[in-house]
T-cell receptor, first 109, second 114 residues
Framework: EDQVTQSPEALRLQEGESSSLNCSYT??????LFWYRQDPGKGPEFLFT???AGEEKEKERLKATLTKKESFLHITAPKPEDSATYLC??????????FGPGTRLSVLP | KAGVTQTPRYLIKTRGQQVTLSCSPI?????VSWYQQTPGQGLQFLFE???????NKGNFPGRFSGRQFSNSRSEMNVSTLELGDSALYLC?????????????FGPGTRLTVL
């Protein structure tokens, strides 16, 4: 059974204080690993898709990396508007997305 | 390009009633998936439709059903509502739902069961 865990559960950062979020997974044949950001009361907003170990993608202050067992979302010099819940999902041969519980990020000014 | 739209945005129902939620995918997307999100269980997969056929199903009771129309719009129905069905119901669309295809989410329908 495909499983996804995320750590930490919650993270508080000062504005400008860089950090990383972790997504660990077990999946029968990875077809894709996906990062989303979700603001309260809204649907998840797509950030990145990673397909194979060693792949990296960047967007503004965010950088996602992938190994065979985990993915990291690095946040460089975060701003208060980066505050959100960050969700990780994997797609294996089961062909449906399995989501992790998310990391609640708070960036304080 | 318009995103995924869901109607209604909010619903209040009582136990035993039934409810129908609607989802319009991004133009050109043919795969639609439905998820239930609750604080305790997180995001859980309900089912996926492609070309009007249910292609994949999660671990939910038969009270949860769906369908897809020829224009790729989808509806989800929950019969005999229970208190535990209170949740944010999210719809996501993708081009084909094929391997590694990115899903784009709508804003969700907040269902409250009293």
């Amino acid at each position: 059974e495909d499983q996804v865990t995320q750590s930490p559960e919650a993270l508080r950062l000062q504005e400008g204080e860089s950090s990383s979020l972790n997504c660990s997974y077990t999946v029968s044949g990875l077809r894709g690993l996906f990062w989303y950001r979700q603001d309260p009361g809204k649907g998840p907003e797509f950030l990145f898709t990673l397909y194979s170990a060693g792949e990296e993608k960047e967007k503004e202050r965010l950088k996602a990396t992938l190994t065979k067992k985990e993915s990291f979302l690095h946040i460089t010099a975060p701003k208060p508007e980066d505050s959100a819940t960050y969700l990780c999902a994997v797609e294996g041969y089961g062909q449906n997305f399995v989501f992790g519980p998310g990391t609640r990020l708070s960036v304080l000014p | 390009k318009a995103g995924v739209t869901q109607t209604p945005r909010y619903l209040i129902k009582t136990r035993g009633q039934q409810v129908t939620l609607s989802c319009s995918p991004i133009s050109g997307h043919r795969s639609v998936s439905w998820y239930q999100q609750t604080p305790g269980q997180g995001l859980q997969f309900l089912f996926e439709y492609f070309s009007e056929t249910q292609r994949n199903k999660g671990n939910f009771p038969g009270r949860f059903s769906g369908r897809q129309f020829s224009n790729s719009r989808s509806e989800m129905n929950v019969s005999t509502l229970e208190l535990g069905d209170s949740a944010l119901y999210l719809c996501a669309s993708s081009w084909t739902g094929g391997a590694g295809d990115t899903q784009y989410f709508g804003p969700g329908t907040r269902l409250t069961v009293l």
